[in-house]
């Protein structure tokens, strides 16, 4: 253990802890951007500037190592400033566009700009980038207009995916996120997992099929499982006024054992079905070749009769039942006791061979 | 799985790929993979007729041709016995039936191997060797090495290997089948097969079936039931009456669909439980609307065997209902009361009659999940199964096995291999993904991979429609001229109902043992159109 001095209070923390763990352990908070905790570190944004007594340059507390007898300041009058400025050279490239973004109200960028008073940037001289925003995918909307150059989306497309699809281009004030070429997603590598979506801080990356149909604190997050291969993904259903509006994910290993918040094309943007136009929402009944729209009671009705009636005339192995490797665990239970209790066959088996 | 996904990532020194196309069917587990190769340096064999995603990454990659899986894995047990490489110490202490293996083995010197399945002699024994010297080798397989008419074989044999080695009962070790649906590991545990009660527990065996009369307080057949191809075959031949289908789609699933239609017409009476009326669900003589994933509580089992909770997150769509409330209504209309307030309920009854469910509850199933088995209310879940070589039976055996050509091979009229399988933009029978607005916009065809020199030789452009047959009939499909197959090998989907590949495929070529379609070998033919 390291022992340190942070704000006045003395606190513990694991020897090769960075500054800014030893912080967060200790509940004392830090601001960052470029900072993940699942991504190998950039120290770029420079939002979690302190000051270490005894040292001529504040440092960065997500890549610099705690050390014993360290005397820390994080929200020092010199570092608050200094954040101001951090944000204000930011800025220069976002576009504040907060009423029409999706990200309103989930936004990193816009919380620290309200709690550290940054209206407008000084540095916006050459006038801000504008970049066009026509990846023309269906998943991902890019608009680079709201970058601010952490990163993140680059490490996690590195560090989670391995996909390596986009990376730096350029220096300085020119440089953006791009594929090779600076082309469109669909000839990189990309395999639209949308984990840069899921750490992207502002609103550069975001869903292009969630688009506008609900802001993160108007919707209700339902923890759950997949619904496609059998790796078992947990996801979150985002929820609004009784319709999924999106999917996002958990990154708690503690509720997503499996994936980790790392979700595929399918898991992350193959979720409107449900509420496809196409849904069955009434029984069938076949009449003269036609289907017909029946009540659950005639429905259920006269299957209940014209099953008995085959059982008992062609008895119970004529019959049988594809049970199904989507429903649940519970529903299979009851379809297999169903038809062994009730049909009295064995003949149940599902698409595990398909 | 025998081993948990987690351990691809970190704990295998070695993965061994075969039949798998892992970064487009399971996405997550690909990137897993891929991480443990590029960050941790593990070592990776490929084996699969299409130059995948990972074959790109792999230090071996053998591009075998599709059905040779036996010969294949046959060789690199040849090589491991040969140069002293197989754990003598696990065979004794663990095994049985070795030296009738190694008496087949015998046989299948590279050289041999090369001749049947086009992969070099010498890749062949950089493979067995990366294998059998691993720390911790994994072998990872799906559908590629399944749906074969020797399906069972093929995974003996990679169990062969996996015994020969020792690479069984350590975290990063294993025979780890990549299972393809949400929920299909939980539908074989919870019984939903013909020859299984819950936990796989024999419906011929008397205590069992008496277990499960006690407790339903009915009599039960004490007869093996139909398996799905079967159950087909059967209302092909005019025995099967009615059937009741809950979310499953054969009329483009299963092999054949001619077969599968004449089949499904002959039926007095066919009940379709979906959320959609799929190709299937109009056939049927009632359609029941069933719930989404998003519209009811339960559990999902995934490949790792972790039992995992599923929350209702909205209300069923319109007036669809959860698929347990419908059977629920149907067993109690027919006289048999069927009354449960809640999955919940549903969960604890069946978890008393579920060995290796029996210490959950969805308390305990709050957060990360439970892996069973879980015989009791303390056990904490099983990550590895047969820890320290100790396996279900005793000891683990070793099964001698002769390679077998597929059911359907090439000749002058069919000159070429068909294989099929899925894209990462698409699931299954694409029921829902073609429903998934960006899926279908991203992929909203279906594609017929070709080689560049069979395309060159038949003078078909990339994105030319091509008509492809077989001796069950033909269609229309776009072509994708690219160099990941062999020149005698052509690849699809079967996701697209405008170009159902399952009218290409065969119903006859089945596993005598698992009733398991050939779907990755049948003759097929290439006509410009």
Redesign the interface.
């Known amino acids: 253990m390291v022992t340190l001095t942070v704000n006045g209070k003395q606190i513990q923390a694991p020897k090769g802890s960075t500054i800014l763990e030893a912080c967060r352990l200790n509940g004392i908070e830090v601001p960052t951007l470029c900072y993940d905790p699942d991504l190998r570190l950039a120290g770029s944004c420079r939002m979690c500037l302190v000051e270490v007594k005894g040292r001529p340059l504040f440092l960065a507390s997500c890549v610099a190592p705690a050390e014993n007898g360290m005397v820390v300041e994080t929200e020092s009058t010199d570092i608050v400033e200094a954040r101001r400025v951090v944000l204000e050279l930011l800025a220069a490239r976002h576009d504040f566009n907060c009423q029409t973004c999706e990200k309103n109200g989930d936004c990193k960028f816009q919380d620290y700009c309200y709690q550290y008073g940054v209206k407008e940037s000084r540095f916006t001289d050459g006038g801000r980038h504008v970049y066009p925003i026509d990846d023309p995918n269906p998943f991902i909307e890019r608009d680079y207009n709201k970058c601010v150059m952490c990163t993140r989306c680059v490490r996690a497309c590195e560090d989670i995916t391995n996909a390596r699809a986009i990376n730096v281009e350029n220096r300085g004030h020119k440089a953006k996120i791009a594929t090779a070429f600076d082309g469109d997603l669909a000839d990189s590598p990309c395999v639209f997992c949308g984990q840069c979506v899921m750490v992207c801080p502002v609103g550069a990356l975001t869903s292009k099929v969630s688009a506008g149909k609900g802001r993160a604190y108007e919707v209700e997050k339902v923890v759950t499982t997949c619904t496609y291969c059998g790796t078992g993904c947990t996801l979150e259903l985002n929820v609004k006024d009784n319709k999924v509006v999106g999917v996002t994910s958990n990154r708690s290993e503690e509720y997503s054992p499996v994936n980790k918040g790392a979700l595929c094309v399918k898991g992350r943007f193959g979720w409107d079905f449900i509420h496809s136009s196409d849904r069955l929402t009434t029984p069938l009944i076949k009449e003269n070749g036609e289907f017909r729209e029946a009540s659950w009671d005639e429905a259920l009705d006269l299957v209940a009769t014209r099953l008995q009636a085959i059982k008992e005339d062609s008895g119970p192995d004529s019959m049988a039942v594809f049970t199904s490797a989507r429903i649940t665990n519970e529903e299979n239970y009851l379809a297999q006791k169903f038809t062994r209790a009730v049909l009295g066959t064995n003949n149940v088996d599902h698409c595990a061979r398909l | 799985m025998t081993n948990s996904?987690?351990e691809l990532e970190k704990d295998a020194t070695g993965i061994f790929v075969i039949g798998s196309n892992t970064?487009e069917?399971?996405?997550?587990?690909g990137?897993k993979i891929?991480?443990n190769v590029?960050k941790n340096g593990a070592k990776l064999i490929v084996a699969d007729p299409r130059r995948t995603d990972l074959a790109d990454l792999a230090d071996v990659y053998m591009a075998h041709l599709p059905g040779t899986d036996v010969a294949l894995v046959n060789g690199m047990m040849n090589v491991i016995i040969n140069e002293g490489l197989a754990d003598k110490e696990f065979i004794a202490n663990c095994t049985e039936g070795y030296e009738a293996m190694a008496e087949v083995v015998a046989k299948y010197t590279p050289e041999y191997v090369e001749k049947i399945t086009t992969v070099p002699a010498q890749d062949i024994r950089k493979a067995a060797r990366i294998y059998a010297e691993a720390e911790a080798a994994a072998i990872c397989y799906a559908m590629g090495l399944?749906?074969h008419s020797t399906g069972t074989d093929n995974v003996k044999s990679v169990c062969n290997l996996a015994m020969l080695t020792g690479n069984i009962g350590r975290p990063g070790t294993g025979v780890d089948p990549?299972?393809?649906?949400?929920?299909?590991?939980?539908?074989?545990?919870?019984?939903?097969?013909?020859?299984t009660?819950?936990a796989y527990q024999a419906?011929t065996n008397d205590a069992v079936r008496e277990k499960?009369e006690k407790a339903?307080?009915?009599s039960?057949?004490p007869?093996?039931?139909?398996?799905?191809?079967d159950?087909i075959n059967k209302a092909y031949e005019g025995?099967?009456?009615?059937?009741?289908?809950?979310?499953?789609n054969?009329m483009m699933?299963?092999p054949d669909l001619h077969h599968v239609e004449e089949a499904l017409e002959k039926l007095?009476?066919l009940?379709v439980q979906?959320?959609?009326?799929t190709e299937t669900?109009k056939y049927?003589?009632?359609?029941?609307?069933?719930a989404?994933?998003?519209?009811?509580?339960?559990?999902?089992?995934?490949?790792?065997r972790?039992?995992?909770?599923?929350?209702?997150?909205?209300?069923p769509?319109?007036?669809?209902?959860?698929?347990?409330q419908?059977?629920?209504?149907?067993?109690t209309?027919?006289?048999?009361p069927?009354q449960y307030n809640s999955?919940e309920e549903?969960?604890e009854?069946?978890k008393a009659l579920t060995p290796s469910y029996a210490g959950m509850s969805y308390a305990r199933l709050e957060?990360?999940?439970l892996q069973w088995p879980c015989p009791n209310a303390d056990h904490p879940g099983t990550p590895f199964l047969h820890k320290d070589g100790k396996f279900s039976r005793g000891k683990g055996a070793f099964s001698a096995i002769e390679f077998k050509e597929p059911r359907e091979n090439p000749d002058e009229e069919y000159p070429l291999i068909l294989t099929t399988g899925r894209s990462?933009?698409h699931?299954?029978t694409g029921?829902?993904?073609r429903?998934?607005?960006?899926?279908d916009?991203?992929k909203p065809e279906a594609e017929l991979e070709i080689n560049p020199a069979l395309a060159a030789k038949m003078g078909i452009q990339n994105g030319e429609k091509v008509k492809l047959s077989t001796r069950r009939g033909s269609l229309e499909i776009k072509a994708n001229v690219t160099d990941i197959l062999a020149e005698n090998v052509v690849f699809m989907t079967f996701h697209y109902h405008e170009a159902a590949a399952n009218w290409l495929t065969n119903a006859d070529s089945l596993d005598p043992v698992?009733?398991?379609?050939e779907?990755k070998v049948c003759a097929a033919r290439l006509d410009k159109i």
């Open positions: 996904i987690g970064t069917n399971h996405p997550v587990i990137m891929k991480k590029l399944t749906q990549l299972r393809g649906q949400n929920n299909v590991q939980g539908a074989c545990d919870m019984g939903g097969l013909p020859v009660y819950p419906v499960f339903w307080g009915v039960l057949s007869n093996n039931g139909l398996t799905l191809t159950t025995q099967m009456k009615a059937l009741v289908v809950i979310g499953e054969p699933s299963d007095d009476f009940v979906d959320i959609f009326l669900a049927a003589d009632v359609v029941l609307p069933g989404t994933f998003a519209e009811k509580d339960g559990t999902f089992s995934n490949t790792e972790r039992v995992q909770r599923v929350r209702k997150a909205i209300d769509v319109g007036g669809a209902r959860p698929d347990w419908i059977i629920c209504d149907l067993a209309r027919m006289g048999y069927m999955p549903i969960f009854e069946m957060g990360r999940g990462l933009f699931y299954h029921t829902m993904t429903r998934s607005s960006a899926l916009a991203h698992a009733k398991i379609p779907y």
